[in-house]
C-alpha cells in the first residue's frame, strides 16, 4: 500500500471503482437522510415531552457539536479517520435504538433517553465532520486523482437530494396511522394502527440505515500508511489548539471575516430554529401530518432550484445580500406569526428555508475568496461553532419564552396554541437583531474603507488578487 506522497498506483477506470469513494458516499447517504426528519418536532412531542423541552434538547445537542467538534479534528489526525467514523457510525445506531425501544408512560425516563441520544447524536456529527471528507480526498489523492473531487461532490449532491425527497415522503407516510391503516386496507392487509406505534417507524427505518452507515465505514482502509507520531497524542491535540487560537486571532482582526461569521450565524439561528418546528406549524396551519413529508420533499428541492441564484448572489457585495437575507427573514417570521391556512402558510417556510440555503452558501464563499489555504478548514470550523453557539442559545432563550407564556395562560393552553403565542415574539427578536447588527457594523467599519462590506466583490471560482 502506498503511502500519501508516494508516486500514485495505476488510477482505476472510474473513481467509483474506489472502495473509499463508494463507502463515503454510502455513509454520507446513511448517515445524513433520516426518516423522523418531516415529523421531527411533533415526534418530541407524541412521546410525551414539551415544546420546550424540545429546544432545550436540541441547544444540548448543538452544545455537543461545539465543545466536540474541534477535538474531533486532532482525534482524527492522530487516530485516523477510519477508526472516528467507526466511532460515528456506531454512536449513531445506539442513538436511534435508544428512541426506538424507550418505554413511555415515565416522562422523567423519556427525556432522560431523548436527552442521551441528542448528546450522542451531536458527538456522532462531530466525530463525522471533516473526517469523511478528509478520507475520501486522501483516498482520490492515493490514485492520483484528486481533481476529480467535485465530481464525488455533484453525485453526493444528486444522490442526497433524490434519498431525502425518498426518506421524507415515506417517513411521514408511515408515522401517520389513519394514512398507512387505510393504504394497508387498500391492499388488502387489514389492521389495526395506533399512533404510539406508528410514530415509531421512522424511527425503526432509520435504525436500519445507521446499521448501513455503520457497515460501511468497517470497511473504509486509511487511504495510505499514516506517518508515525512521535509526540504522541497529546502533542497533536496542543498543535491543533494552537492553530485554532491561531485562526481565532485572525478573524477577530479581520473585520470582513468576523462580519460574515456572525451575519450569518444571524440567520442561521433564526432560520434554522424555526426549521426544527417546521412539523409543528404544519399542524398550526391545520395540515395532515401525512402531508409533512411531501412538503418537506418538495423544500428538499428548492437546494437545485436556487443554485443558479446563489451564483449571481455570489457576484454582489455582502451589504446586498444583507439586506436580501434580512428580508428574506423577516417576511418569513412575519408570515409564520399570522399563522395563514394551508397553501398561503407555506410561503413563509419557504422563505425562511431559501433564506437558511443562501446563507449557507453566502458564508461559505465569502470566507473561503478571504482566507489563507494554511488556515481555512479551522476559519470554517469556527464558522460552524459560531452557527451551532447561536441556534443553542436561542433555543434557551425560546425554551424560556414557551415557559413564560405557559404559565402567563389564562386557562391551559395546548402546545400549538403556546406555540403559535410565541411567533410574533420570534419576529420581534429577529428585527431587533438584525437592527442592531446593521447598527454595529456600521459604526465599526466607518473609517475601515479596505475592508467596507462593498469591496468584496469576487466572481465565483475566483479569488482576490
Same mark, same amino acid.
Given at each position: 500500500?502506498?503511502?500519501?506522497?508516494?508516486?500514485?498506483?495505476?488510477?482505476?477506470?472510474?473513481?467509483?471503482?474506489?472502495?473509499?469513494?463508494?463507502?463515503?458516499?454510502?455513509?454520507?447517504?446513511?448517515?445524513?437522510?433520516?426518516?423522523?426528519?418531516?415529523?421531527?418536532?411533533?415526534?418530541?412531542?407524541?412521546?410525551?415531552?414539551?415544546?420546550?423541552?424540545?429546544?432545550?434538547?436540541?441547544?444540548?445537542?448543538?452544545?455537543?457539536?461545539?465543545?466536540?467538534?474541534?477535538?474531533?479534528?486532532?482525534?482524527?489526525?492522530?487516530?485516523?479517520?477510519?477508526?472516528?467514523?467507526?466511532?460515528?457510525?456506531?454512536?449513531?445506531?445506539?442513538?436511534?435504538?435508544?428512541?426506538?425501544?424507550?418505554?413511555?408512560?415515565?416522562?422523567?425516563?423519556?427525556?432522560?433517553?431523548?436527552?442521551?441520544?441528542?448528546?450522542?447524536?451531536?458527538?456522532?456529527?462531530?466525530?463525522?465532520?471533516?473526517?469523511?471528507?478528509?478520507?475520501?480526498?486522501?483516498?482520490?489523492?492515493?490514485?492520483?486523482?484528486?481533481?476529480?473531487?467535485?465530481?464525488?461532490?455533484?453525485?453526493?449532491?444528486?444522490?442526497?437530494?433524490?434519498?431525502?425527497?425518498?426518506?421524507?415522503?415515506?417517513?411521514?407516510?408511515?408515522?401517520?396511522?389513519?394514512?398507512?391503516?387505510?393504504?394497508?386496507?387498500?391492499?388488502?392487509?387489514?389492521?389495526?394502527?395506533?399512533?404510539?406505534?406508528?410514530?415509531?417507524?421512522?424511527?425503526?427505518?432509520?435504525?436500519?440505515?445507521?446499521?448501513?452507515?455503520?457497515?460501511?465505514?468497517?470497511?473504509?482502509?486509511?487511504?495510505?500508511?499514516?506517518?508515525?507520531?512521535?509526540?504522541? $497524542?497529546?502533542?497533536?491535540? !496542543? /498543535?491543533?489548539?494552537? @492553530?485554532? &487560537?491561531?485562526? %481565532?486571532?485572525?478573524? =477577530?482582526?479581520?473585520? *470582513?471575516?468576523?462580519?460574515?461569521?456572525?451575519?450569518?450565524?444571524?440567520?442561521?439561528?433564526?432560520?434554522?430554529?424555526?426549521?426544527?418546528?417546521?412539523?409543528?406549524?404544519?399542524?398550526?396551519?391545520?395540515?395532515?401530518?401525512?402531508?409533512?413529508?411531501?412538503?418537506?420533499?418538495?423544500?428538499?428541492?428548492?437546494?437545485?432550484?436556487?443554485?443558479?441564484?446563489?451564483?449571481?448572489?455570489?457576484?454582489?457585495?455582502?451589504?446586498?445580500?444583507?439586506?436580501?437575507?434580512?428580508? $428574506?427573514?423577516?417576511?418569513? !417570521? /412575519?408570515?409564520?406569526? @399570522?399563522? &395563514?391556512?394551508? %397553501?398561503?402558510?407555506? =410561503?413563509?417556510?419557504? *422563505?425562511?428555508?431559501?433564506?437558511?440555503?443562501?446563507?449557507?452558501?453566502?458564508?461559505?464563499?465569502?470566507?473561503?475568496?478571504?482566507?489563507?489555504?494554511?488556515?481555512?478548514?479551522?476559519?470554517?470550523?469556527?464558522?460552524?461553532?459560531?452557527?451551532?453557539?447561536?441556534?443553542?442559545?436561542?433555543?434557551?432563550?425560546?425554551?424560556?419564552?414557551?415557559?413564560?407564556?405557559?404559565?402567563?395562560?389564562?386557562?391551559?393552553?395546548?402546545?400549538?396554541?403556546?406555540?403559535?403565542?410565541? $411567533?410574533?415574539?420570534?419576529?420581534?427578536?429577529?428585527?431587533?437583531?438584525?437592527?442592531?447588527?446593521?447598527?454595529?457594523?456600521?459604526?465599526?467599519?466607518?473609517?475601515?474603507?479596505?475592508?467596507?462590506?462593498?469591496?468584496?466583490?469576487?466572481?465565483?471560482?475566483?479569488?482576490?488578487?
Amino acid at each position: 500500500m502506498n503511502a500519501i506522497g508516494d508516486p500514485p498506483t495505476t488510477p482505476p477506470v472510474t473513481i467509483f471503482a474506489i472502495p473509499n469513494i463508494r463507502r463515503f458516499l454510502a455513509f454520507r447517504l446513511l448517515f445524513g437522510v433520516r426518516f423522523y426528519y418531516p415529523v421531527f418536532a411533533v415526534l418530541f412531542l407524541d412521546f410525551g415531552l414539551s415544546i420546550g423541552q424540545f429546544t432545550v434538547l436540541n441547544a444540548i445537542w448543538a452544545g455537543a457539536i461545539v465543545l466536540c467538534e474541534v477535538p474531533s479534528g486532532a482525534l482524527a489526525d492522530a487516530l485516523g479517520r477510519r477508526a472516528l467514523l467507526v466511532a460515528a457510525g456506531a454512536l449513531m445506531v445506539v442513538e436511534i435504538a435508544l428512541l426506538c425501544f424507550v418505554p413511555l408512560g415515565n416522562p422523567q425516563l423519556v427525556f432522560a433517553v431523548f436527552l442521551l441520544n441528542r448528546l450522542l447524536s451531536g458527538l456522532a456529527e462531530a466525530l463525522a465532520s471533516g473526517a469523511d471528507e478528509a478520507l475520501a480526498y486522501d483516498s482520490l489523492k492515493a490514485c492520483g486523482r484528486a481533481a476529480d473531487w467535485p465530481r464525488v461532490l455533484a453525485t453526493l449532491m444528486r444522490w442526497n437530494s433524490l434519498a431525502f425527497v425518498a426518506a421524507l415522503a415515506l417517513g411521514a407516510l408511515v408515522y401517520d396511522a389513519a394514512t398507512l391503516q387505510e393504504l394497508l386496507r387498500g391492499l388488502g392487509w387489514d389492521l389495526t394502527l395506533d399512533q404510539q406505534t406508528t410514530m415509531r417507524f421512522p424511527l425503526y427505518l432509520t435504525l436500519i440505515t445507521a446499521l448501513g452507515a455503520w457497515w460501511a465505514t468497517l470497511g473504509m482502509t486509511e487511504p495510505g500508511e499514516r506517518p508515525e507520531r512521535k509526540n504522541g $497524542l497529546l502533542q497533536a491535540i !496542543l /498543535a491543533a489548539f494552537r @492553530l485554532t &487560537l491561531n485562526a %481565532g486571532r485572525w478573524i =477577530l482582526n479581520t473585520p *470582513l471575516a468576523l462580519t460574515v461569521i456572525v451575519g450569518g450565524m444571524l440567520f442561521d439561528h433564526l432560520c434554522r430554529l424555526f426549521v426544527t418546528l417546521n412539523s409543528t406549524y404544519f399542524r398550526l396551519i391545520g395540515l395532515p401530518d401525512a402531508s409533512f413529508g411531501l412538503i418537506g420533499a418538495g423544500i428538499a428541492l428548492l437546494g437545485v432550484a436556487i443554485a443558479r441564484p446563489a451564483a449571481a448572489l455570489g457576484r454582489r457585495s455582502p451589504r446586498f445580500n444583507f439586506v436580501l437575507l434580512t428580508l $428574506l427573514c423577516l417576511l418569513g !417570521l /412575519a408570515g409564520a406569526a @399570522l399563522a &395563514l391556512p394551508f %397553501g398561503l402558510g407555506l =410561503l413563509p417556510v419557504v *422563505l425562511l428555508h431559501v433564506a437558511m440555503l443562501l446563507t449557507s452558501f453566502l458564508v461559505s464563499h465569502y470566507l473561503n475568496a478571504i482566507t489563507d489555504s494554511t488556515q481555512r478548514a479551522t476559519v470554517l470550523s469556527f464558522k460552524g461553532l459560531t452557527f451551532n453557539l447561536g441556534y443553542g442559545a436561542l433555543g434557551l432563550l425560546y425554551a424560556g419564552l414557551l415557559a413564560v407564556l405557559r404559565e402567563e395562560a389564562v386557562s391551559p393552553e395546548s402546545e400549538i396554541a403556546i406555540f403559535h403565542a410565541s $411567533l410574533p415574539w420570534l419576529l420581534g427578536y429577529g428585527a431587533l437583531a438584525c437592527s442592531l447588527f446593521a447598527a454595529v457594523v456600521a459604526v465599526w467599519m466607518r473609517g475601515r474603507r479596505s475592508h467596507a462590506l462593498d469591496r468584496l466583490n469576487v466572481p465565483i471560482g475566483e479569488t482576490p488578487p
